[in-house]
């Protein structure tokens, strides 16, 4: 294979002209949510005042009674939104696919959301998923729409409104089109017979030939392109359209003795969208156990997009670190452990895990777990471990429902029945919550998340009770990504996003232990290999929270409490993440698919309805930040090509400089900050988490003396060669911190 890169010019980014519509849930934002992160949720104002006898920019918190110099600057931001909504990155990607095939068993289970849309989700898009066995779209197809993908196999049988659809609704508006694996009933006629010719025309808009040549076999065939994971030729066929524009790019040439200096592009991007036809592009695997990506998806994606220096939502990042998230299933709560015979495993992983590492936990309980009687009066010894538990002021309150329903669609459960309760979806949803709520959560604290047991695929009503009764919800999208499951193609996308676009699943962030243990006294203790998993989900691109997702039973055996507390001492101690609760990540990934839009700007990005999404991501991005005309930052970090702004609040405004003017800001943070002021100088916040703290100021001159203030204790510290100045802030608590220059 030639490593060559084909093609005159790459495409540029277009912009899309419509407006992507701020979707809700609609509910009441849950209570607890904020979580460790809630914090760094504030509104950045766009005035400025004096203190001290310098300049600074007021950060006004969400909920508190705004001056009206920020109601002022808040009102321009909004009349400037306006203005600019014509600039508006349109962020939806509609994807069709086809079940004539094959039926997905599960609506998780078809080839977009297990292969396309994580990337998309990492580049920012919000994908909505549609079988052309259904009928047209929904109406409001074409709204914030930016794409429209199709992702067919050699099916025939052309639903009598597709073409019709792509030619009269889809051309018109001048969105962005891929086509995807290949062309599956776009290739024949309505007698379903094979006809190119509608094809042929489809693709001469964009500067391409098409025709129905296929040869198999790798011999006699020059391949030029740029392997991915795997070496696609022993699968190798001539196929594929002829480039005729200059402003395409193709990702893949062939050519064959055959046919001397015809030239196939098999894969190709353009102002257009782009192609990528198998095998070319990704071998889907058999049983989810063989994926590889022959391109790598994520530069195609955001060249077919059109998505060069656009910036993305950032869900999985706060103040420049990679999340890290601790959270249990209730399995195993009641259960004994030979940790300390005699004793539950909740009392073991309590004194053992909960109570000794300073580090946020999502707990959760199985209700039949700890009772035989729904409406126990007096509570059972398990129960009382359960209050115990929950007492600890570093937990978020979880549920694992009533009955631990193993598979949501057939009715089928781990617990069979319980005294008093009738079983249902939503039952185990709303009356687990109530249980929790009543008789184990303690005063002025409430169940904060619903993470779903078994095959973790409720139906729909279940995902809406969870929202109505004000909870997060995850669980689900588990996957490994090691030696046996070696590819990009096995991470999960953020979540399961149901049809009607307001309804979301938040998946996990890795594997748990069952995927390497077993129940109870399988390999005891090889849940240690998920550090594998999370550490290629998180290197060159974080694709995933570092996380930790492990059961009751983890306490049961010794060798399993030491494998789980190797992670934990790795990935929420050692090493640079942001330690959070589990309702924080679900919060981010909410609001980073259904809520924030990005306008662009004469000179930079503005970020509108971020709410709880924390971070903006921008790959790419090497142009220095004008502080001076930015507002709603708190600062920004530079990793492996990307640009991380850690936003100040829901709304925010990047603007670039063409020589660098450096300004104190917070380069990063493993935790939340409040009450940020950048000053000329300096700056100032008060820094809260139940996990030690640690944050890098930057900005300064290299080497300048460099005055740090954490509640009244001052010290001088030279600033490093790069201008920065890590404080360590000291354990659990809430502290005011100051970092300044010495002498200004």
């Keep these: 294979v030639d490593h060559h890169e084909v093609g005159a010019r790459r495409a540029q980014p277009r912009r899309g002209a419509g407006l992507l519509e701020a979707l809700e849930l609609d509910r009441p934002a849950p209570d607890g949510g904020e979580g460790v992160a809630g914090a760094c949720l504030r509104r950045g104002g766009a005035g400025a005042e004096e203190r001290d006898g310098e300049e600074t920019h007021p950060l006004t918190s969400i909920g508190q009674s705004a001056d009206k110099g920020s109601v002022r600057s808040l009102a321009i931001l909004l009349v400037l939104g306006a203005a600019a909504a014509a600039q508006e990155e349109p962020r939806r990607v509609l994807a069709l696919f086809d079940t004539k095939a094959a039926k997905p068993e599960l609506d998780t289970e078809d080839p977009v959301h297990q292969l396309l849309e994580m990337p998309l989700n990492h580049l920012g898009m919000v994908v909505r998923r549609h079988d052309i066995r259904e009928g047209p779209p929904p109406a409001d197809w074409h709204e914030g729409l930016r794409a429209v993908l199709t992702y067919l196999d050699g099916t025939d049988d052309p639903p009598a409104w597709l073409w019709p659809w792509l030619e009269d609704e889809v051309a018109p508006r001048g969105v962005r089109v891929i086509h ?8 024949f006629d309505a007698g379903n017979k094979p006809d190119p010719t509608r094809l042929k025309r489809w693709f001469a808009r964009f500067g391409l030939e098409h025709d129905e040549i296929f040869l198999e076999g790798p011999l006699g065939l020059t391949i030029r392109m740029d392997v991915h994971e795997a070496d696609p030729r022993p699968k190798a066929v001539y196929r594929g359209p002829r480039n005729l524009a200059e402003s395409n790019r193709a990702w893949v040439e062939l050519e064959t003795v055959h046919r001397p200096g015809d030239v196939r592009c098999p894969v190709v991007t353009g102002p257009w969208g782009g192609l990528a036809l198998n095998p070319w ?42 999340m890290f998230i601790a959270h249990i299933d209730g399995d195993g709560f009641e259960s004994l452990s030979t940790v300390r015979p005699g004793s539950s495993c909740g009392r073991v992983m309590l004194d053992e895990v909960l109570a ?35 007492r600890l002021p570093n937990l978020e309150i979880a549920s694992h429902t009533v009955l631990h329903p193993l598979y949501w669609g057939k009715d089928t459960r781990w617990y069979k029945e319980l005294d008093n309760y009738a079983y249902s979806a939503v039952a185990e949803v ?53 030696a046996g499951t070696d590819s990009v193609a096995f991470v999960s996308p953020w979540g399961r996003l149901f049809p009607d676009m307001k309804t979301l699943q938040v998946y996990a962030g890795a594997a748990n232990e069952n995927d390497f243990d077993g129940f109870y006294d399988t390999m005891p203790g090889a849940f240690a290999h998920i550090d594998t998993t999370i550490e290629r989900a998180g290197t060159p691109r974080i694709l995933k929270p570092a996380n930790v997702y492990f059961h009751y039973y983890s306490a049961e055996r010794p060798a399993r409490l030491a494998a789980l507390k190797k992670l934990l001492d790795r990935w929420g101690l050692k090493e640079e993440t942001s330690p959070v609760f589990a309702g924080t990540y679900c919060a981010a990934v909410h609001d980073a698919l259904l809520k924030c839009r990005i306008v662009r700007t004469e000179r930079g990005w503005r970020f509108l309805d971020f709410g ?57 943070a493993n935790h939340a900050l409040r ?25 300064f001159p290299p080497g300048a003396q460099v005055t740090v203030q954490v509640d009244g204790d001052t010290r001088t510290v030279a600033a490093d060669e790069r201008g920065r100045v890590p404080v360590e802030i000291g354990g659990p608590g809430t502290s005011s911190v100051a970092v300044q220059l010495a002498t200004p």
């Design 612 to 668: 709880r999404c924390p971070s903006a991501r921008i790959d790419g991005e090497a142009r220095p930040i004008d502080w001076a005309k930015s507002h709603g930052l708190l600062g920004a970090h530079r990793r492996n090509g990307s640009l991380y702004l850690h936003l100040n609040g829901p709304d925010a405004e990047v603007v670039f400089a063409d020589a660098p003017a450096p300004r104190p800001h917070v380069e990063q």
């Design 675 to 699: 009450d940020v002021m950048l000053l000329d100088h300096g700056l100032r916040c008060t820094s809260s988490s139940v996990a030690r703290r640690v944050l890098v100021a930057a900005g």
């Design 356 to 390: 000794r590492y300073e580090l946020p936990f999502t707990v959760s309980i199985i209700v039949a777990g700890l009772t035989r009687d729904y409406a126990v009066a007096e509570p059972t010894p398990r129960m009382r471990e359960a209050q115990e538990t929950f």
């Design 281 to 322: 592009v990704v071998d889907a695997g058999d049983a989810n156990d063989n994926r590889r990506w022959y391109i790598d998806p994520f530069p195609f994606f955001r060249a077919a997009l059109g998505l060069e220096g656009v910036p993305a939502p950032e869900p999985r990042v706060l103040n420049g670190r990679r």
């Design 180 to 187: 995807f694996a290949d062309y599956g009933p776009l290739a």
């Design 430 to 482: 709303t009356e687990s919550i109530r249980f929790i709520d009543e008789r184990l959560a303690p005063e002025g604290r409430r169940c904060a998340v619903l993470l779903w047991s078994g095959d973790a695929t409720p139906p729909k009503a279940a995902v809406e009770a969870a929202a109505a009764a004000g909870n997060w919800n995850m669980n689900a999208g588990v996957f490994r990504w090691d």
